[in-house]
């Protein structure tokens, strides 16, 4: 007789979806970012050059995610004479410095995204036309706690990316 466990299946509340268009950054938190920048700078020996702070504020005037060639188009559109490889170099100055996130999202580019403009969230990648949309379960942050104390561990932080299709590839409404 082979007997089965009974599972209790808890429903889940709906995740907060957060939308790009709607972020913006304050001046404080614009002032914050080039303070952190600057003190990052000179505690590693690095040049504070106009240059590395058109990227910043490039990348804080940029909305949700960005990859880096995205980055340059936008500056070279804007007039702005800072090279390629400034913004490759200076993108990297800004994830060491925790202003920025660096994300991979199973393609050949990284992409970007302000690390200090929302709470923490995860992400949902449509597979056909690679829209990312961004949400809150709280639920994953006890999910993560308890994993962690289980293994005798301490939650440092967590990335969750949840890769997924549209219903209707060819009528996919990131697309239109």
Request: hydrophobic share 35%; aromatic share 10%; with cysteine.
């Amino acid at each position: 007789m082979i007997m089965e466990k009974s599972r209790t299946v808890t429903a889940i509340a709906p995740a907060k979806e957060i939308h790009e268009e709607d972020r913006f950054l304050s001046p404080e938190q614009r002032d914050y970012a080039h303070e952190m920048f600057s003190k990052y700078l000179a505690k590693e020996g690095f040049r504070i050059t106009s240059e590395r702070f058109k990227v910043l504020e490039a990348v804080l005037d940029m909305k949700g995610h960005f990859n880096a060639d995205e980055l340059y188009a936008t500056m070279v559109m804007n007039k702005s004479r800072t090279s390629r490889a400034t913004v490759y170099s200076t993108l990297e100055l800004l994830e060491k410095s925790e202003i920025i996130f660096r994300h991979n999202f199973r393609s050949d580019c990284n992409y970007y995204e302000v690390r200090f403009d929302e709470p923490h969230h995860d992400h949902l990648i449509c597979v056909s036309c690679g829209h990312i949309s961004e949400f809150v379960l709280p639920q994953l942050m006890d999910i993560r706690k308890q994993v962690a104390e289980n293994a005798g561990l301490k939650v440092m932080d967590h990335s969750f990316q949840v890769f997924a299709e549209c219903e209707n590839p060819k009528n996919c409404p990131h697309n239109q």
